[in-house]
């Protein structure tokens, strides 16, 4: 994606992407390591799931919710299963507005329309006129979007890393907090405190938005929600429904299919 890491041409530009090769904004399964780009950039996808990685945390895009990466930040993003989407690349004097860290946000069918027009339009040359004026109608969509509570924030001091990473790569350790204290050589009390100052979050909160984002990657490639809830160590498939339904409003087989707007 050159238009990416270029500063020229118009200040906004729309591409629709695919899992074919020849696409500029290629989806299907694929990863992109660490990098960073002089445009700011929103990317949704309809199908499938997406995980950004940033310095900040992570991001999970399932469908039709938007991912925004402001201009200069760092990020890695791991695409699974994702046939079609569409990005909107943004230049850095025409952000004003937008948030200032990678986040989530819904997205509108007036949204998408507006995407799907402007991506139609040559990306190297001036805007006419009713061009601008649909894309400035595109911008006050994303500024009025809401956010998604799709983050997992990541702690920063060193022995919170390691209790974070150790459960990120092995979600079902049920152990307690006293028990990961003591593994990670403090005190419960302190790292019952650093944890909601670092995160905002309790422990408990924390390990359950854990639980969540590696539930989501395993269910948008289509693993069975039993399989699921027995690698996250839920006692049974009904009770990782019924945490499942309390975060996102809807059982796990429902929320990839057919999965419309937020607003």
Known sequence: MDALDRLDGPAVIALWGSDDPADAFKLGTREHDWHAHLRGQIFCIESGLIH??????????????????????????????ALSGWSVLITPDSCSGLPTRPCVIGTSELMRALVRRAASW?????????????????????????QQ????????????????TALLNRPSDNRTLDEWAQWAGLSSRTMRRLFVAETGSSFAQWRQQARLTHALERLAQGEPVALVADTLGYASPSNFIAMF???????????????KPAF
């Open 122 to 146: 040559p990306s190297d040359h001036d805007l006419a006129p009713e061009q601008a004026r649909l894309l400035a109608v595109l911008m006050d969509e994303v500024r009025r979007s809401p």
């Open 149 to 164: 509570p799709l983050h997992l924030p990541m702690p920063s001091n060193e022995r919170l890393v390691r209790i974070a």
């Open 52 to 81: 950004v990685r940033t310095r900040h945390g992570s991001w999970l895009l399932p469908p039709n919710r938007a991912g925004w990466m402001p201009p200069g930040e760092q990020h890695k993003v791991s695409i699974s299963g």
């Open 245 to 259: 339904r309390r975060c996102y409003g809807d059982s796990p087989a429902h929320y990839f299919a057919s999965k």
